[in-house]
């Protein structure tokens, strides 16, 4: 049995949406956001409560230096990088592609650089085969006399889960009349702690496009008892994939930030409140019934999207004196 650090304050925030919810055609009581964006640790994000039970391993196994993978804009490097800086343990990122990706050059790698986590670029590596070559790092690490400890990738396993079986009971104690909880789904791991803590029927998962098949990753991390067609995944927000622009997320972006002042990113959080507006649209949720939207974070993101970046400052409207 491991313990896990304390990397944050908690509880988050739970806070109402009446302006938000009446944009989408929902009750004014009805929409209410999880600000697990406010963790305040390296930028905050839902990486943070699976990063205490890593890392709580780690240091119970006597680790000096974490290692994970992920894309350059990862946010999960980012936080790991945090979590290391916080701790007192080495970070070495492994990132598909090269340094000279001039549009990588922003966001999340200037966080991950300011932690003071090394990067090891692996090329024109498979971005599904990170791991293998994570495990390599690892191995040269030991060599060199270091005591690495490898975190998977998203940190989805069923010990990062642990931390939204927390984040779901949090949630619970807030608002214990909660119907659903909408929440992106990359690698998985927050929405099997979601539905560890609150079942199958509350939770709904909004596709990213980050895994081949998202309910049987989900339900893989639940382990056996789950099927993956108990969980409630949309999948109509991908559009052509994880990193590209997807129209209605940029809307869904737009009307989070206008109605409320929050901030959501262009590949998870946006798409999260996208699936959310079909949801309501199609009638999976309806005015009267109490639901949660899990901010999880991502705004570094945000920055490092070339595409976002772009359409936002076009669309800046500009006032003239009458
Ligand atoms: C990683 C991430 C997610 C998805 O969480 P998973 O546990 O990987 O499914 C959602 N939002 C943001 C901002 C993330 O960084």
Known sequence: MTGKTTLATWPTPLERMPRLAAALGLGEDDLWVKRDDLIGLGGGGNKVRKLEWFTGAALAEGADTLVTTGAAQSNHARL???????LGLDVVLVFPGSPDGAADASGNLVLDGLFGARVHWAKDADPNALGVVAEEVCERLRGEGARPFLIPFGGSSPLGARGYVEGGEEILAQLPDVEHVVVALGSGGTMAGLVGALGERRVLGVHCGAVPDPAATVAALLGSGVEPRGLRVRTDQVGAGYGILHEPVLAAMRRAASAEGIVLDPVYTGRAM?????????????PGQRTVFLHTGGLPGLFGHAQAVRRTVSGLSS???A
Do not use: M, Q, S
């Open 319 to 321: 006032w003239k004196p």
């Open 274 to 286: 996208a699936g959310l507006v079909a949801a309501v649209e199609d009638g999976d949720i309806r």
């Open 80 to 86: 790991t990088a945090a979590a290391g800086a916080r």
